[in-house]
Structures are given as structure tokens and as C-alpha cells.
């Protein structure tokens, strides 16, 4: 929103996907909604009771349920209604278009999140937990997202109550320092700083350990299809995938662009990408781009596999975290299921993609490749806060120990709990809020 004006707006929109449907819902918040809504509906709304009611525009009338909402006893913390019509889109339309000449506006995508934030019901964290419920593909991503939103990992909010007590021994010892010989500092508010200080950067240490983990989880495993052309890629990203989302030919090279694909195995959600041939004595300039598009997937994956029909290839292995060798036309070898050690020759995972043999035992490697530990946080913006906020703790732990230079002790404790608030919304920028509620619907 681009000024305070609009945030006091009367704001409304279908909460419910666009279509037909037995009932849909359409929200409507802001000071005045009770008051615009009495100019339609039949009968008086009572809050917090769902009633029938009719709607009338003209001659347009549909019976419909209604319920309001009294601030800040609601989801946006504003007066709310939530009307509940047939789900016809036209009747959807009419009303909207009813509610819009009385006065109301459009809702932004995310608007009625946005609102919670600005109200105090949500903090940033939530929202973007919410936004992954909704995102959620899979029951182990809708369980963390819920695990978020409903505040079960309470190490991020220690951290924050930590850092207040550290602000407030500092700030005891500043305020009496007048009455103190120089550098002379009070050893036991001194030890309470360190003390909190130390404690928080080690649970700051967890998280960050645990982003790789929360990320995966959150978004998926990301893994990379590469090797020589007509080597099999493209027939095992169907494999793994159970389906026909990549053209299998026996030219060499059918394949130009990157080609993604999810599976889920042991609940985990897994994206695979198939890539173009790595074929360094082409000249085609098409080609070139795939294979250059091919070496950035592989850098962006979580775990790469290199495929192959037991020909040599040239890879620095060492170039990735997470690695597995794969020799693809094994039609022969035996079905092993998820034992994929039983599998191997060597370095390789004997496959058959055409025949789907030992794909569950690739689908096992990969699993157990994933990271195990995951904590709350899970994506960049969070783990940029969580980093900054660690680091300026170090720095805080290094003047404290030396019992002088309070003042810089104080400021980068400052620095540390900016970057927690910051996490949590209370200083975050309109850019950085404007990304996460554009996540959102416009019902949402």
C-alpha cells in the first residue's frame, strides 16, 4: 500500500478459489464494513454469530450466511465480515462489484494478512509460516508450517527475551558509569552480559546449522541431472518422477533446456531437474546455452547425480556438497529396492531407468542425503536476520571480554537485536514486507 489512506480503507475479495463450488466466502475489513454491509443485508449481522441472511442490490437478492467480526477480536484485528454465498461466480461478481459502489476497494494480494501484521495479530514470521501452509505440497511441509505459525520452536523468541536482559545489565552499568573510575566495570553485570550473550549466539549457532535442513523442507531437495548426452537423463527424470514429463528420443542431445519435475518419497518433496548433454566438443550455439544452463542447475541443486552408460566423463566432484554416481542401461541387474549398497558397483548405483529397476534405491541415496537437522528457520530473509544478528553477538563477546569499550559492547548488542526484531517484522522495510504478502492471494 502505498500510503496510510488506503490502509484505513474498506477493503474486499473472494477468499475462495475463483469457480463453481457449493459455497464460497468473500471478506470484507476495515472501520465502516458493519455499516456498509447494513445497506445490503436483510437482517441487522450479529458478531460473532453466523447467520442466513439475504443480500440486495437492486434486483439482484441472494440468500446467503453471514457473520461479523468486532476489532481487534478478529483475523485482520479490524472489523470483519465474512460473507458465505452460493459459489457461482456471478453471484460472486455481483456482490463484489455491490460492495465496491458502497464504498469499498479491491483488497492488494496478501492485504488482509498485511493488515494482521500492522494490527499486532501476526508477526512476520507467521505470515510467512501461513504462506507455506497454504504453498504446502506436502503433510511434512503443511506439519512444519504449522509447527511456525503456532510458535512450537521457541529458540528464536528466547533469544530475543535473552538480548533484553543483556541491553538492560548494559545499560545499568552505562548509566551509573559517571560514578565510576574509568574502565572500572561492575564484574557481576559484566558476567550477566556475557553470560546472556553467549547463550544466545549459541542457539543463534543451531539455526543457522538447521537452515539447510528447514530449507529443504520447506521448498524441496533440489537434484540435478548431469552427464554426456544420450545417456539416459531425461528417461530417469520420468522414472523418478512416474511420468512423461521430459521427450526421450535416441538422438544424442534432444535435449537443449533445463526440465524439472517433483516426486515425493518417505513424505519429502523432491525436485529433479534434467539437463542438456554435457558435450564439449559441440558447436552448436544452442547447445552451448543448455550445457551452460546445465553446469548453473547443477550449482543450485542440493545433491547432483551424474549419470552415465559407463563411458568417461571429466567432473570435479569436489565442486559439490552432495554428490551421487549413477550407471544408467543396467537392464540386467537385479531389483533391490531401497538397499541401494547392494546396487552399486564400485562408485555407481546400477540402474535401468527404461526399466525402472533400483529407482527406489537412487530415491533412498537421495533421502538419506538430505539434511537431518532443521530448526525455524527456512528461508534467506530469515537466515540473513539469524546471521546478522550472530554476528554482531561475536563482536559483543569480544569487547565484553576486555571489560572497556561498553559503549561499543552496547551498540552492537543494539545491532543484534535489531536484526531479531527485524526478523520478526518490527523494523523490516516496505520492499522486504511487500515480498512476502505478495505471496499471498487477494482473499488473503
Request: net charge negative; hydrophobic share 40%.
Amino acid at each position: 500500500m502505498n500510503s496510510l489512506n488506503r490502509k484505513n480503507d474498506i477493503i474486499t475479495a473472494l477468499a475462495s478459489p475463483y469457480g463453481k463450488s457449493a459455497v464460497a466466502i468473500i471478506r470484507i475489513s476495515g472501520n465502516g464494513c458493519v455499516e456498509l454491509l447494513s445497506g445490503f443485508l436483510a437482517k441487522p449481522l450479529k458478531v460473532g454469530m453466523l447467520r442466513v441472511n439475504t443480500f440486495i442490490s437492486g434486483s439482484f437478492t441472494e440468500n446467503l450466511m453471514a457473520v461479523a467480526y468486532k476489532a481487534p477480536k478478529s483475523y485482520t484485528g479490524e472489523d470483519l465480515v465474512e460473507l458465505f454465498p452460493h459459489g457461482n461466480p456471478v453471484i460472486c461478481d455481483t456482490i463484489i462489484k455491490a460492495l465496491l459502489s458502497g464504498g469499498a476497494r479491491l483488497a492488494e494480494r496478501g492485504e488482509f494478512t498485511k493488515r494482521a501484521f500492522f494490527n499486532g495479530k501476526l508477526d512476520l514470521m507467521q505470515c510467512e509460516a501461513l504462506a507455506d501452509i497454504i504453498d504446502a505440497q506436502t503433510a511434512e511441509q503443511l506439519e512444519y508450517g504449522n509447527k511456525r505459525y503456532s510458535g512450537e520452536f521457541k529458540s528464536l523468541s528466547s533469544v530475543q527475551q535473552l538480548l533484553k536482559t543483556a541491553l538492560s545489565s548494559i545499560e545499568a552499568v552505562l548509566h551509573y558509569s559517571d560514578e565510576m573510575e574509568q574502565n572500572e566495570v561492575d564484574g557481576a553485570e559484566m558476567s550477566a552480559v556475557l553470560a546472556a550473550v553467549t547463550e544466545a549466539a549459541d542457539v543463534l549457532e543451531k539455526e543457522i546449522a538447521g537452515f539447510a535442513g528447514g530449507k529443504v523442507i520447506n521448498d524441496g531437495f533440489k537434484v540435478a541431472l548431469i552427464g554426456a548426452p544420450n545417456v539416459g537423463k531425461s528417461t530417469l527424470l520420468n522414472a523418478l518422477t512416474d511420468s512423461d514429463r521430459a521427450i526421450v528420443t535416441p538422438i544424442a542431445g534432444t535435449t537443449r533446456d533445463t526440465i524439472d519435475g517433483d516426486y515425493v518419497y518417505n513424505g519429502r518433496k523432491f525436485s529433479v531437474t534434467d539437463t542438456a548433454g554435457l558435450n564439449e566438443n559441440t558447436d552448436d550455439q544452442v547447445e552451448k546455452i543448455g550445457i551452460e544452463r546445465a553446469i548453473n542447475a547443477a550449482k543450485d541443486a542440493d545433491a547432483v547425480v551424474l549419470v552415465t552408460d559407463g563411458s568417461d566423463i571429466n567432473i570435479d566432484k569436489s565442486a559439490f556438497s552432495r554428490f551421487v554416481s549413477v550407471k544408467n542401461k543396467c537392464d540386467s541387474q537385479k531389483d533391490v529396492g531401497i538397499d541401494y549398497n547392494a546396487a552399486r558397483d564400485g562408485e555407481w548405483i546400477c540402474i535401468s531407468a527404461r526399466e525402472k529397476i533400483n529407482i527406489t534405491a537412487l530415491k533412498q541415496r537421495l533421502f538419506d542425503l538430505c539434511p537431518a537437522d532443521f530448526g525455524s528457520v527456512c528461508n534467506h530473509r530469515q537466515y540473513d536476520c539469524v546471521v546478522r544478528c550472530y554476528d554482531s553477538l561475536n563482536a559483543a563477546k569480544i569487547e565484553a571480554k576486555k571489560a572497556e569499550g561498553l559503549e561499543i559492547v552496547a551498540a552492537l548488542l543494539y545491532e543484534a537485536y535489531s536484526a531479531i526484531a527485524e526478523l520478526y517484522g518490527d523494523r523490516a522495510d516496505e520492499s522486504i514486507l511487500s515480498e512476502v504478502f505478495e505471496r499471498f492471494c487477494v482473499g488473503k
